[in-house]
């Protein structure tokens, strides 16, 4: 599904109430947020954390599924670099079936973009422009790297600890008061 915008709102009325259906996304980086960001490769041990001391690729991503569970409408688009580097498919198959279930894409498209173009930009404008291609009804960027984001993007935008990512208790409770103001009401807690 790369590259396709969001399917258009649907409205039905249910007993007088109008319902929108969604198309929600929230794009995803991975060092800084489901690990520490100190990640390296090398050739004789693949991809590790080298620090802190006994931390774990993807060790927060469990987490990130359980904080996401009330909200089965999000979408996941893929911002981390896992996917220029190793590839879309690599990126999306090291998280966890649930979360996996989600990815409907990247910002990095190989065959569509110039490598260079891409990488020269900051985040924030990588993740805004698959916001205009995409044209999500509402969207909220995850990720440590809060560097040259636009301004018109910052509301959107949850910062990580570099360290601790979202298993930091102040960025988890950052992270669920953004699904709540941008509306990501969950089925499970919304009036009858």
């Not at 390296?40 to 991503?61: D, W």
């Not at 498919?89 to 649930?98: D, E, M, Q, S, Y």
């Not at 953004?178 to 807690?189: K, M, V």
């Amino acid at each position: 599904m790369q590259g396709r915008g969001p399917e258009p709102c649907e409205r039905t009325v249910t007993m007088g109430v109008t319902q929108h259906s969604t198309h929600s996304i929230l794009y995803l980086d991975y060092d800084g947020v489901l690990h520490p960001a100190d990640v390296r490769v090398r050739r004789t041990r693949g991809i590790y954390v080298h620090s802190p001391a006994g931390s774990q690729l993807f060790e927060h991503a469990d987490l990130l599924e359980e904080l996401l569970a009330p909200y089965p409408q999000v979408s996941v688009v893929l911002s981390t670099s896992w996917v220029r580097v190793r590839g879309f498919t690599h990126a999306r198959n090291r998280l966890p079936a649930g979360l996996r279930r989600r990815v409907i894409g990247a910002t990095y498209h190989r065959r569509h973009m110039r490598e260079w173009e891409f990488t020269a930009m900051p985040r924030g404008m990588q993740v805004w422009q698959d916001v205009v291609r995409r044209k999500p009804s509402r969207w909220l960027a995850l990720d440590d790297d809060g560097v040259d984001w636009p301004i018109w993007c910052l509301a959107h935008f949850v910062t990580t600890h570099e360290t601790r990512g979202i298993s930091d208790p102040s960025t988890q409770g950052i992270l669920r008061q953004a699904l709540t103001r941008n509306c990501w009401r969950s089925p499970r807690t919304d009036p009858a």
